[in-house]
């Protein structure tokens, strides 16, 4: 199955409409329910397949189907061609995420033997890695059928080890209007790059703050909520002052903080502070501001019956904290309770000769069917 998968240049850039026919003809060889659901240029599908009663409920099994470009590497064989040595399976994919979308397919045989009693959802996304759009029209498309998963495994790796917990991802732009003038009168314009830098000093002391003062919590590496501004821009010409700016400032959030009203701090403090002297000088300067990306924070407390249930299985004493973010955190606000666990780590992922240990492979079909007998027999 995951040589199949591989099979599939996937890249986002490209269509996922071929792998998505391979999996409808797989789901129509054992007579299983699904939808599809399309991007704005009908290029690119989700799929949602539902085994056992076709109604809401139940536990989701989700991967996203997209893969990142293999321009610039060096590979040592055919990325598309799945490859064995020493225990390894290489190919693109193969760790993010093909291999556990391979893993809940090739236990779709055992999931329809099975007498259920609440249904298993299996999705499969399109463009994760490039902004979640895949799972944000999933969620759309939960919305219009009513068939909510009560729970979702989101296969990313993590080596096996049940994630309860992920950061939040929030980034906003600012853009700076100044007032252009000749550098030999910047008195009579607006500097939006001084505007600027000031108010990033302010986020830098911000940053400073948070890493000492938290809020804190354990397990996650660092304990506390990462702001960092970048992707600084402006305009430049010779012998001119710049009069437009802008960057983005993030927020890599514990669930205890908020970002948006971080985000509010520090606009009122530019209201306060910095644009009262530009709009004097100027009425038309001043920032403003756009979202970028809002990812949620996401906690399942270990407690929950999918959070007993995967640590339970696995082995795991405790559920992991992680600083990266998931389609959890676009399912999990929606109200599907979510958690991560998938094979193989992160330093395998986005490298030449991307890997996946085979043992993981097999211990992924193995949770698969055990989440399923715990969860929905």
Same mark, same amino acid.
């Given at each position: 199955?995951?040589?199949?998968l591989?099979?599939?240049?996937t890249?986002?850039r490209?269509s996922?409409?071929?792998?998505?026919?391979? &999996?409808?003809?797989?789901?129509d060889?054992?007579?299983?329910?699904?939808?599809?659901?399309?991007d704005?240029?009908?290029?690119?599908?989700n799929l949602?397949?539902?085994?056992?009663?076709?109604?809401?409920?139940?536990?989701?099994f989700?991967g *996203?189907?997209?893969?990142?470009?293999?321009?610039?590497?060096?590979?040592?064989?055919?990325?598309?061609?799945?490859?064995?040595?020493?225990g390894?399976l290489?190919g693109?994919?193969?760790?993010?995420?093909?291999?556990f979308?391979a893993?809940?397919?090739a =236990?779709?045989?055992?999931?329809? =033997?099975?007498?259920?009693?609440q249904p298993?959802?299996?999705f499969?996304?399109?463009?994760?890695?490039?902004g979640?759009?895949?799972?944000?029209?999933?969620?759309?498309d939960l919305t219009?059928?009513?068939?909510?998963?009560t729970?979702?495994?989101?296969?990313?790796?993590?080596?096996?080890?049940?994630?309860l917990?992920q950061?939040?991802?929030?980034i906003?732009r600012?853009?700076?209007?100044?007032?252009?003038?000749?550098?030999s009168?910047?008195?009579?314009?607006?500097?939006a790059?001084?505007a600027?830098?000031? =108010?990033?000093?302010?986020?830098?002391?911000?940053?400073r703050?948070?890493?000492?003062?938290?809020?804190?919590?354990?397990?996650f590496?660092?304990?506390?909520?990462?702001l960092?501004?970048? *992707?600084?821009t402006c305009?430049?010409?010779p012998?001119?002052?710049?009069?437009?700016?802008?960057?983005?400032?993030?927020w890599?959030?514990?669930?205890?903080?908020?970002?948006?009203?971080?985000?509010?701090?520090f606009q009122?403090h530019?209201?306060?502070?910095i644009?009262?002297?530009?709009?004097?000088?100027?009425?038309?300067?001043?920032?403003?501001y756009?979202?970028?990306t809002?990812?949620?924070a &996401?906690?399942?407390?270990?407690?929950?019956?999918l959070?007993r249930?995967?640590?339970?299985?696995?082995?795991?004493?405790?559920?992991?904290?992680?600083?990266?973010?998931?389609?959890?955190?676009?399912?999990?606000?929606?109200?599907?309770?979510s958690?991560v666990c998938?094979?193989?780590?992160?330093?395998?992922?986005?490298?030449?000769?991307?890997?996946?240990?085979?043992?993981?492979? &097999?211990?992924?079909?193995?949770?698969?069917?055990?989440?399923?007998?715990?969860?929905a027999?």
């Open positions: 199955m995951l040589a199949r591989i099979s599939f240049d890249t986002s490209n996922n409409l071929p792998l998505i026919d391979f &999996v409808r003809s797989w789901f060889n054992y007579d299983v329910s699904y939808r599809l659901s399309f704005p240029t009908g290029l690119k599908a949602h397949a539902i085994i056992g009663p076709v109604q809401a409920g139940g536990i989701a989700s *996203h189907v997209d893969t990142v470009s293999t321009d610039g590497q060096t590979w040592t064989g055919d990325p598309y061609t799945l490859r064995r040595q020493d390894r290489i693109r994919g193969t760790c993010d995420m093909k291999g979308v893993g809940m397919l =236990a779709v045989p055992y999931i329809k =033997a099975r007498e259920l009693s298993v959802h299996l499969l996304t399109y463009d994760e890695e490039v979640y759009h895949g799972a944000r029209r999933l969620v759309e219009c059928s009513g068939l909510w998963p729970a979702c495994v989101v296969g990313e790796a993590s080596g096996m080890l049940p994630i917990a950061k939040g991802r929030f906003a600012a853009e700076v209007i100044g007032h252009m003038a000749h550098s009168e910047s008195h009579r314009g607006v500097n790059v001084h600027a830098a000031e =108010a990033i000093a302010w986020l830098a002391a911000e940053s703050r948070l890493s000492q003062d938290g809020p804190f919590e354990e397990g590496d660092p304990p506390c909520t990462l960092q501004a970048g *992707h600084f305009d430049s010409m012998n001119t002052i710049s009069h437009l700016a802008s960057f983005d400032i993030e890599r959030n514990i669930p205890a903080t908020d970002p948006k009203q971080e985000l509010l701090r009122a530019v209201a306060a502070i644009e009262p002297s530009m709009r004097a000088a100027h009425r038309e300067c001043g920032f403003h756009a979202t970028v809002d990812l949620a &996401v906690s399942v407390p270990p407690e929950h019956d959070a249930a995967a640590c339970d299985i696995t082995g795991a004493k405790a559920g992991g904290k992680v600083s990266y973010c998931s389609e959890g955190s676009v399912f999990h606000p929606a109200g599907i309770d958690i998938g094979p193989g780590h992160l330093p395998q992922v986005h490298r030449p000769d991307e890997w996946i240990d085979e043992s993981q492979l &097999v211990a992924c079909e193995d949770f698969v069917r055990r989440i399923v007998d715990r969860m027999v």
